[in-house]
């Protein structure tokens, strides 16, 4: 059940409407570039909101880690990311 909403998610009303489960597929790419009745593409959209979301939560983190004399190599290790982005996330 969870793994059918994480995929009504990521898929556009038209999608869903032509009964495609998975917009990452064969069918789900070829209806976007084929078939899709909008101007842009809302699932595209979400993506980059969701990730957008994800990197200020992450930078948020760093800017506490940071506070509490946490090494920038050690936040990287605990964020998962580079500690070239850990360094320009704490600048901001």
């Known amino acids: 059940m969870d793994e059918e909403r ?3 998610k990521k ?3 038209a999608m869903i409407n032509e009964g ?4 990452e597929s064969k069918d789900g790419i070829d209806f976007c570039v084929n078939c899709c009745p909008y ?3 809302v699932v595209m959209e979400q993506t980059k909101t969701k990730t957008q979301l994800i ?3 992450k930078a948020d ?9 946490v090494s920038v190599e050690d936040i990287a290790l605990i964020l998962h990311s ?3 982005n850990i360094h320009r996330w704490l600048k901001q």
């Open 39 to 41: 101007d842009y593409c």
């Open 55 to 57: 990197k200020e939560k």
């Open 11 to 13: 898929r556009c009303a």
């Open 82 to 84: 580079s500690e070239r």
């Open 61 to 69: 983190l760093a800017k506490k880690l940071r506070r509490h004399r």
């Open 20 to 23: 495609i489960y998975d917009p």
């Open 6 to 8: 994480q995929l009504a």
